[in-house]
């Protein structure tokens, strides 16, 4: 379902924040909110010395390499550009971790929700939350609304659809393990199977070199894309969430971990202060918006 910003960073979405009201790697699953203690790193529980993490002191952050844009910028999670890594530090402001005290890991996509203990307290790369994904970590509650688009290549034959309907006898490709990829299985339901990479940028040249007819990807990256990586490639629509429940990125945690109901708490408090607004104003801004596909 998955796997930022000099060229996009007024490419990528005044559409994302009016569509994404709830912001791959990746149709949306109904999700529940994780759950969330009532109030923010001034709670005395969330204090950061009661904090247990990972490693002493620090707040280990996790993310996949490379790390895309309009998501971290350079691929430099660390630098604190991009929406992701801005979210990833004020999030850890908000525990009481300075940038210094802040470590980063690369972990694959697909491994940062799979079953088993984690070595980062949380990560942050565009993994949506879901039902499914609840069996296996903790989530926090949504940093950011996001909806799925559809990217072909200017003047092939995907380029003109203006529903789902006509999706549907082409060759389309999405990161494997992301709600893209369920998109086109459970929404559109193709005639030939969907192609499935294990990395973003390997459906990205899927495309460009003709294998696919049409990539989906989440709202950002598909401007990002046509923008920056694919220039004759067009974002044909978006699609519409499914069931009522806007599909919503969360940080990902160890099932069971201590640190959840205070890394939530942090997000809300970031959504109610007008922080996240005002991060995807700066990251994720001024892009048209993209048709809708019924």
């Not at 940062?112 to 499914?132: L, R, T, Y």
């Not at 389309?172 to 973003?200: C, E, F, H, M, W």
């Not at 294998?211 to 990586?229: H, K």
């Not at 971990?257 to 205070?262: K, R």
């Amino acid at each position: 379902m998955y796997p930022a910003l000099r060229v996009l960073r007024r490419a990528a979405a005044a559409a994302t924040v009016a569509l994404l009201a709830t912001a791959v790697g990746c149709a949306p699953q109904p999700e529940e909110k994780a759950s969330a203690s009532p109030s923010g790193s001034a709670a005395k529980s969330c204090a950061k010395s009661t904090l247990t993490t990972k490693a002493s002191g620090k707040l280990t952050i996790a993310t996949d390499e490379p790390a895309y844009e309009p998501w971290f910028n350079d691929d430099k999670p660390a630098n604190g550009r991009g929406f992701e890594s801005a979210v990833a530090y004020a999030v850890a402001r908000q525990l009481g971790y300075g940038k210094s005290a802040v470590v980063w890991q690369s972990v694959p996509f697909n491994k940062a929700f799979a079953p088993g203990v984690k070595s980062f307290d949380f990560d942050i790369n565009q993994v949506s939350i879901s039902a499914e994904r609840k069996k296996a970590v903790d989530f926090s509650s949504g940093y950011y609304d996001v909806r799925q688009a559809v990217i072909a290549l200017k003047g092939g034959k995907a380029a003109k659809a203006t529903s789902i309907a006509d999706l549907r006898d082409l060759k389309l490709g999405a990161q494997v393990g992301t709600t893209s990829l369920n998109y086109i299985s459970d929404l559109v339901k193709p005639s030939q199977q969907a192609a499935a990479y294990s990395r973003n940028d390997q459906a990205v040249s899927a495309l460009k070199n003709g294998q696919v007819d049409a990539i989906v990807t989440d709202l950002p990256t598909a401007f990002y894309v046509t923008s920056a990586q694919v220039t004759n490639a067009r974002i044909v629509g978006q699609f519409e969430n499914q069931g009522g429940t806007p599909e919503q990125f969360g940080l990902v945690l160890d099932k069971g971990s201590g640190l959840t109901s205070c890394v939530t708490s942090a997000v809300d408090a970031l959504r109610k202060d007008g922080t996240l607004a005002k991060l995807e104003k700066q990251w994720l801004s001024d892009a048209v918006d993209a048709p809708v596909l019924k």
